[in-house]
């Protein structure tokens, strides 16, 4: 693998990771049908890619990190606490992550390898574009905020983002439309996405790493420079979708969300 071939997959990676087209579909197709790369390295393929994205966002999110950090470590047991702030939005979130997760990847694998995703991308694509109309046609001055975040919120934004074992599937399509459903604002509902997607994609990738031995069929200079580039650009565009979301209101951004999703559930690119 060449430079250029990194900076590419590395661009590609940092935009499909935080917009809901899945990253791993596209990151497959730009490898293997533009780039020639063989299907059994894809997989240390995607590992090295998201390792670069999760360390973007754990640099980006550093301080509030280690805030939630602090709360949690403050009082590990007291679940009153921590059920109304972003600690429970964290727990309760991954909790129902696995609750729909684990049995889906288990059905997948045994009874239906080909799940079909594109279905499901255009009934939630479909749900995002009304929900932006109806959001159009009334006036809401309160919305919620990241730091407003609680236990109450992780279940919806849970139960989607399980829905992303799908193959297909965006986990940041699924967060974003949950939160958006939940009531945040534009910015919070990117920002809570994001913070999610740190421990997320943590467990994820473990996973994927033990389930194939820790044995990557990349060269380690290979991977290297995939997690550069795609922490350089995942950094960046954590920045400017941040400050693209500042400046919209949750009506504009359910609807560019939801014609996203249906454009891409109906020509089947998920």
Request: net charge neutral.
């Amino acid at each position: 693998m060449d430079i250029f071939q990194a900076i590419v997959l590395g661009i590609v990676q940092a935009v499909t990771e935080w917009l809901p087209l899945s990253s791993k579909t596209m990151d497959t197709l730009v490898y293997t049908r533009f780039f020639g790369g063989s299907m059994g390295s894809v997989v240390s393929v995607l590992l090295f890619l998201h390792i670069g994205t999760l360390l973007a966002a754990t640099v980006y999110f550093r301080a509030e990190i280690f805030q939630v950090a602090r709360k949690f470590l403050s009082a590990p047991t007291d679940w009153r606490m921590h059920r109304r702030n972003e600690v429970g939005f964290l727990i309760t979130a991954l909790f129902f992550t696995g609750v729909v997760g684990i049995p889906l990847l288990a059905i997948e694998k045994l009874f239906l390898p080909t799940l079909e995703a594109n279905a499901l991308l255009t009934l939630m694509g479909a749900g995002l574009v009304l929900t932006g109309f109806l959001l159009s046609t009334q006036k809401k001055n309160r919305w919620k905020l990241a730091h407003s975040a609680c236990a109450e919120d992780g279940v919806l934004t849970g139960l989607l983002q399980g829905l992303s074992v799908i193959p297909g599937v965006s986990r940041a399509g699924c967060t974003t439309s949950a939160l958006i459903w939940k009531g945040f604002d534009a910015e919070s509902a990117f920002h809570l996405s994001f913070l999610l997607s740190i421990p997320s994609v943590f467990v994820a990738e473990v996973v994927i790493w033990v389930a194939q031995g820790g044995i990557s069929a990349l060269p380690l200079v290979d991977g290297l420079m995939l997690i550069g580039t795609s922490f350089v650009f995942g950094y960046a565009t954590i920045k400017v979708l941040l400050e693209f979301a500042h400046k919209i209101n949750v009506a504009s951004l359910a609807f560019v969300f939801g014609i996203m999703m249906l454009i891409f559930g109906l020509v089947g690119v998920g």
